[in-house]
């Protein structure tokens, strides 16, 4: 089955400045890596999402690149914000069947703004 | 759009109870998801349904844990006998996506039910 690793586990970064979150995954049929937020005591949350047939998205300070030879994927923060901080999950879709994707997370990462 | 409803929010039992968590996906989405999320193990995927029917349950701990979903608006998870370890936040998310292989979409999340199991 498909094996997403993310680093760092956590990354504090000045406020203003910006944050990178890598992860590779093993599984070269995946092709749909979206990422999640959660803040603290609330669920996860659809930030962006990339498809493998584009090697950059981007979404306001929000971008997140692709390299399907490497298998990794990386998630930019520019000019970031106290409300940045939270928990930031990578995924990658490894479907079976004909059904849904099965998302499997990488282990998360703690970002923590300083003002 | 109401999103994902789960209950209860927060259920705290005794080892060796029978808890039933009960999941509302959005309307019209035809895939729902189990979810088990803690400290040590992260987010981990229990079991997924596309058009009511489990199609991936290797990720239920063992056989205390079950999941049904009788119809398109409605899934349960049930643990018996409960046991401490099995505390958690538990989330249901659901999707819109049930095709051809090779394309995934976007999972939205309930707000979890908090379990601890004394």
């Known amino acids: 089955g498909e094996n997403v690793e993310q680093h760092p586990s956590t990354l504090s970064v000045q406020e203003g400045d910006s944050a990178v979150i890598k992860c590779t995954y093993s599984?070269?049929?995946?092709?749909?890596f979206p990422w999640y937020k959660q803040e603290l005591g609330k669920r996860p949350q659809l930030i962006i999402d990339?498809?493998?047939?584009?090697g950059e998205k981007k979404d306001q300070r929000i971008a997140v690149t692709l390299n399907k030879t490497a298998k990794h994927f990386s998630l930019h923060i520019t000019e970031t914000q106290p409300e940045d901080s939270a928990v930031y999950f990578c995924?990658?879709?490894?479907?079976?069947?004909?059904?849904?994707?099965?998302?499997?997370f990488g282990t998360g990462t703690r970002l923590t703004i300083i003002p | 759009d109401a999103g994902v409803i789960q209950s209860p929010r927060h259920e705290v039992t005794e080892m060796g109870q029978e808890v039933t968590l009960r999941c509302k996906p959005i309307?019209?989405?035809?895939?729902l998801f189990w979810y088990r999320q803690t400290m040590m193990r992260g987010l981990e995927l229990l079991i997924y349904?596309?058009?009511?029917?489990?199609?991936?349950d290797s990720g239920m701990p063992e056989d205390r844990f079950s999941a049904k979903m009788p119809n398109a608006s409605f899934s349960t998870l049930k643990i018996q006998p409960s046991e401490p370890r099995d505390s958690a936040v538990y989330f249901c998310a659901s999707s819109p996506y049930g095709g051809a292989v090779g394309s995934g979409d976007t999972q939205y999340f309930g707000p979890g039910t908090r379990l601890t199991v004394l």
């Open positions: 309307s019209g989405h035809n895939s």
């Open positions: 995924a990658a879709s490894y479907g079976k069947n004909f059904g849904n994707e099965k998302l499997t």
């Open positions: 990339i498809r493998s047939n584009v």
């Open positions: 349904f596309n058009n009511n029917v489990p199609i991936d």
């Open positions: 599984d070269s049929a995946s092709n749909y």
